[in-house]
Structures are given as C-alpha cells and as structure tokens.
C-alpha cells in the first residue's frame, strides 16, 4: 500500500518560514519523481517545486529564490522549506510521487492528504 504523509504545516507571520515533510512508503522512492503541489481556496492546485532522482530540481517562478525541494533518500522523505512567506503562500500543500507502475511500466501520480499553511500578514 502506498501512503504519502504529510506534515509542517502551520500558522506563520509573513517573512516566517516553515519547512514541510512528506513521508513516503510502499514505492521505491529513489527512483520516484517527488514534488510539492498547493491549493488555494477557490483555486486550482499549482505546481510548486519538484525533484527528480538524480537530484536536479525546478520551481514555480513564484517561489523560486525562497522555497527549496530536497529529499533524503535513506529515509524515503521530501522536504520543502519555505523561507520569506507571504501571505498568498496560503494554501494546502499537497505531496506528489510520480512513479513508474509495473509489470507494463505505466506512468502512475500518487497524492498525499495534503497540509494547511496559513501566513498571515
């Protein structure tokens, strides 16, 4: 059974900075494609950040230079630490494992539950 948990999340200042954790079992997380969603009230979710197997990582142009993806391996976890919050950083943050599904190799998303940030001006 795969399960991607969540948690960090919190009530922040703005300026503040958290960091999240999603904590993955039951795929093979080193080969996985892991990522970071969020969703607004009354909004689309939206691409956050994401990091690749080798490491290699990308952003969202709105939180590129504050929001860092890593993930440790050894302990099947992806972080994002989220540095210099603003308040429309609200939203719940959504965790995502892009996996190769056998014996046909299919191209498969997992989703986590989600966890509320909250920044307040």
Do not use: H
Request: proline share 3%.
């Amino acid at each position: 059974q795969v399960r991607l948990v969540e948690s960090g999340g919190g009530l922040v200042q703005a300026g503040g900075s958290l960091r999240l954790s999603c904590a993955a079992s039951g795929i093979d997380f080193s080969v996985a494609v892991m990522a970071w969603y969020r969703q607004a009230p009354g909004k689309q979710r939206e691409f956050v950040a994401v990091v690749v197997s080798g490491g290699t990582t990308n952003y969202a142009d709105s939180v590129r230079g504050r929001f860092t993806i890593s993930r440790d391996n050894a302990r099947n976890t992806v972080y994002l630490q989220m540095n210099s919050l603003k308040p429309e950083d609200t939203a719940v943050y959504y965790c995502k494992a892009g996996v190769l599904r056998p014996p046909r190799l299919e191209s498969y998303d997992y989703w986590g539950q989600g966890t509320q940030v909250t920044v307040s001006s």
